[in-house]
Nanobody, 127 residues
Framework: QVQLVESGGGLVQAGGSLRLSCAAS????????MGWFRQAPGKEREFVAA????????YVADSRQGRFTISRDNAKNTVYLQMNSLKPEDTAVYYC????????????????????WGQGTQVTVSS
């Protein structure tokens, strides 16, 4: 079992930055691909960014490229999402997730492929 706990959310003005953290416990996540998703009220959960087990491969959803960066520190069992130039439409609950993959360079972008989820952290961007 893997437990994931997100932190770093909050209220920020448009144009500001936040760094979300996802701390894993229970088992090391060094063999797991990790991802960030978000869900706004009344909307489906959507993919934000993903990183491979090794950290050598990352992918950020097109609409967030250039503003969001995903990274990981396997020694700390933690994944990060750096969010810059935030917009009101970025307001959502942000979730991290872990997927057990068999290859160090695999990234996972769909909800269905993830095995474990955190409880989420609220990000609110005011205009």
């Amino acid at each position: 079992q893997v437990q994931l706990v997100e932190s770093g959310g909050g209220l920020v003005q448009a144009g500001g930055s936040l760094r979300l953290s996802c701390a894993a416990s229970g088992r090391t996540v060094s063999s797991y691909a990790m991802g960030w998703f978000r869900q706004a009220p009344g909307k489906e959960r959507e993919f934000v960014a993903a990183i491979s087990w090794s950290g050598g491969k990352t992918y950020v959803a097109d609409s967030r490229q250039g503003r969001f960066t995903i990274s990981r520190d396997n020694a700390k069992n933690t994944v990060y999402l750096q969010m810059n130039s935030l917009k009101p439409e970025d307001t959502a609950v942000y979730y991290c997730a872990a997927a057990l993959t068999g290859h160090s360079q695999v990234i996972v972008t769909t909800v269905e492929e993830y095995d474990y989820w955190g409880q989420g952290t609220q990000v609110t961007v005011s205009s």
